[in-house]
């Protein structure tokens, strides 16, 4: 009878590992923490025009899904007397020249995006092929700014095998950037 009792607890040993190793995710928080990293270092990089990082980027692993990773920018970085007690508000051709600034910017942030995003399929090994990449990036700006052309969001995503195949056959850029969708909200 002890035997029984010792197989019936290996059973039960073997039955919880069995369910803690299904309830593993794909993707460990080692792999979302280097393309966090990445991101982050990215978008402080541009040293002549840096964005403004409001915050770190920050992924999350959504099984069945895939992985998203989101960031809050502002395209330019205001000059550091632009608004002072002295000088409490702006000229309106100073708006503008921030407005075509920023225009300019989401040219090049779209294309770092696109970057990210295909990079972002080596790091995240454990990750199914089938399952999306997604970057999102929350674009800040000031209630008096004019906003015309420029989104709230931009979420560039694709699927991650997708991704691999293009970079592996050494794809052009514009190659891949057909592959990644793109919103703006």
């Known amino acids: 009878m002890r035997m029984g009792n010792r197989s019936l607890r290996l059973a039960g040993v073997l039955m919880l590992a069995v369910c803690v190793s299904a309830s593993e995710p794909a ?4 792999s979302l923490k280097a393309v966090e990293a ?5 978008l402080r990089s ?7 990082l409001l915050g770190p980027a920050r992924g999350t692993y959504a099984e069945g899904y895939g992985a998203i990773f989101s960031v809050e920018v502002n395209l330019t970085m205001l000059p550091a007397l632009a608004i002072s007690p002295f000088n409490p508000t702006l000229k309106d051709s100073d708006i503008a020249k921030l407005h075509e600034k920023k225009l300019q910017k989401m040219v090049s942030l779209r ?20 399952e999306r990449i997604v970057v999102e990036a ?3 700006s000031y209630r008096w700014e004019d906003r015309r052309g420029l989104p709230h969001r931009l979420i560039l995503s694709a699927p991650k095998q997708v991704l691999l195949d ?7 850029n514009a190659e891949i950037a057909a592959l990644i969708e793109e919103q703006e909200l």
């Open 166 to 172: 293009a970079v592996n056959r050494h794809a052009t």
């Open 111 to 130: 294309g770092t995006m696109r970057e990210l995003v295909a990079g972002a399929g080596k790091s995240l090994t454990g990750m199914p092929g089938n």
């Open 46 to 52: 541009n040293i002549a025009d840096p964005y403004d």
């Open 38 to 42: 990445s991101i982050n270092d990215r």
């Open 138 to 140: 929350f674009l800040f």
């Open 27 to 30: 993707v460990n928080l080692a």
